[in-house]
């Protein structure tokens, strides 16, 4: 069953696609049918640049189960780095990533 709901939201950092590296402006997180892993239904994620035109984007789909050990890994990687590490402004003022609620 395709649910249709998509969560778009805004980030910052880089992709790398064929032409090499690019910046990313944006994500989109829905569950629907994939293009080329063999399963019924994954979780896709695309990271992208829309003013960069439609190769600037790189597309993920996962089972439910590697979106989640996925989730749990950053969690952790963010958890063992000194608050603010990974920060687009620095250390400074960066939210301690251990507040953010963990997922049912």
Same mark, same amino acid.
């Given at each position: 069953?395709?649910? $249709? %709901?998509?969560? +778009?939201?805004? %980030?910052? @950092?880089? @992709? +790398?696609?064929?032409?090499? $590296?690019? *910046? &990313?402006?944006?994500?989109?997180? $829905?569950?629907? #049918? !994939?293009? #080329?892993? =063999? $399963?019924? #239904?994954?979780?896709?994620?695309d990271f992208l640049n829309p003013a960069k035109g439609p190769s600037?984007? /790189?597309?993920?789909? %996962?089972?439910?189960?590697?979106? &989640?050990? &996925?989730?749990?890994? /950053?969690?952790?990687? &963010?958890?063992?780095? !000194?608050? @603010?590490?990974?920060?687009?402004? @620095?250390?400074?003022?960066? =939210?301690? =990533? *251990?507040? /953010? !609620?963990?997922?049912d």
């Amino acid at each position: 069953m395709c649910t $249709y %709901l998509t969560e +778009k939201f805004p %980030l910052e @950092g880089s @992709g +790398k696609g064929a032409q090499g $590296y690019f *910046s &990313l402006s944006e994500a989109m997180v $829905y569950i629907d #049918h !994939p293009q #080329h892993a =063999p $399963y019924e #239904h994954t979780v896709n994620i695309d990271f992208l640049n829309p003013a960069k035109g439609p190769s600037a984007r /790189v597309a993920v789909e %996962l089972t439910e189960e590697a979106a &989640l050990a &996925l989730i749990d890994a /950053v969690r952790t990687a &963010l958890a063992s780095a !000194p608050p @603010g590490l990974a920060a687009a402004g @620095g250390t400074a003022g960066a =939210p301690d =990533p *251990s507040a /953010v !609620p963990a997922r049912d």
